[in-house]
């Protein structure tokens, strides 16, 4: 055999060992690549994504839409062969496992916890665009989550609205810890709380829940890194009451970073004429009740899905500016946003083609 031919068969036989080896060699990290993007202004599997009744809404055009991220599942093990095409390609983005799933998260556990903030998400979109819009919400604090074996087990439940603490009014969700901590591990604190079943039958009545009960709770010693304080092993929260109904319909997305896009989506339809003036924006970020804007993951992946969809300008949040423009699709502006008026003043220049005063994202931030 001519040494040419058998050199050219030992490369080849080597490549392909080479190519099989990766195949089998498993690696500790998962992809994330482009997931879909819906118009919040517009209907999704037959329906409106946002329902608004008790209240007059108006017609508009254009685009709000929310962008969202594919993930292989916490139990995928990704070889070598597709971690190397994944770092190759422009539409997906490989990345550490635990980056997505970490202390050993299962992909239940990650499910649960999405739906968690993706309905927490819809809640402060509500509240954000009512606040903007100057519309009156009540809120109150509540019980979110109980941790189980935990000194409140089957004494506090989730819902259950937190009126005071030893006798101290509880205003916002960190009053709570505050009064809490003011014990020592294996004192008593005193809840006034209002049973979630009957807050929820005065809601229902459209009245004000005004029955309360004392309920006494033994503090136990923390055991997390901070530092060592009384705890009873709840989470507290705030849960609203909307003057009317504002209904999110998206089904199988979950996380809270479509809250800014919903908003918008929400202050658009109770408001005459259009946001965008007929413009396609699309855009990201989580949102809080009191409109501020915060970062979210997989940025880079939600452009390139926004702009294969035609998006044209796309609301980024301030800290995932940088992150954002070190690739940005061809064709696609990035809006820097820091607050949901920011993300209107923007819309304002986009409708009015003032595009040269638009705040826009670059590597620096």
Not at 222 to 233: N, Q
Request: proline content about 5%.
């Amino acid at each position: 055999m001519p040494r040419r031919t058998a050199t050219m068969l030992a490369s080849t036989l080597m490549l392909i060992a080479l190519l099989c080896a990766g195949v089998f060699i498993k690696v500790p990290y998962s992809e994330m690549s482009p997931g879909p993007t819906v118009n919040t202004l517009d209907d999704n599997d037959g329906q409106p994504v946002l329902q608004i009744s008790g209240r007059r809404t108006y017609p508009t055009t254009g685009h709000l839409n929310m962008t969202t991220v594919r993930v292989t599942s916490a139990d995928y093990n990704m070889n070598l062969v597709e971690a190397v095409y994944g770092w190759l390609a422009h539409d997906t983005k490989v990345v550490p496992h635990d980056t997505l799933y970490p202390d050993g998260k299962t992909e239940q556990q990650s499910t649960q916890e999405n739906a968690e903030e993706f309905s927490q998400s819809q809640e402060s979109a509500r509240v954000a665009a009512l606040k903007e819009l100057g519309v009156p919400v009540k809120s109150w604090v509540i019980v979110s989550t109980v941790l189980k074996g935990s000194p409140a087990e089957g004494k506090l439940h989730a819902g259950d609205v937190i009126k005071a603490v030893d006798g101290s009014a509880v205003k916002v969700p960190e009053d709570v810890a505050k009064l809490v901590t003011k014990h020592k591990p294996g004192e008593n604190v005193v809840f006034t709380i209002v049973p979630a079943k009957e807050q929820a039958a005065a809601e229902k009545a459209r009245k004000t829940a005004t029955a309360t009960k004392d309920v006494t709770i033994t503090t136990t010693k923390s055991r997390d890194t901070g530092r060592e304080r009384a705890i009873v092993g709840i989470s507290a929260g705030t849960d609203h009451t909307f003057p009317f109904t504002i209904d999110i319909k998206l089904a199988d997305v979950g996380g809270p970073s479509a809250g800014l896009m919903f908003a918008l989506g929400i202050y658009d339809k109770l408001t005459p004429g259009s946001l965008t003036g007929g413009t396609f924006v699309a855009g990201t970020g989580t949102i809080d009740d009191d409109g501020q804007v915060g970062p979210i993951g997989g940025v880079e992946m939600k452009t390139v899905g926004a702009r294969s969809k035609g998006a044209q300008y796309f609301l980024t949040p301030k800290d995932n500016c940088a992150a954002a423009a070190n690739d940005t699709p061809e064709g696609l502006t990035l809006v820097k946003v820091n607050t949901i008026g920011d993300a209107l003043n923007a819309l304002k220049d986009i409708r009015t083609g003032k595009t040269a005063d638009l705040p826009k994202c670059t590597t620096k931030g």
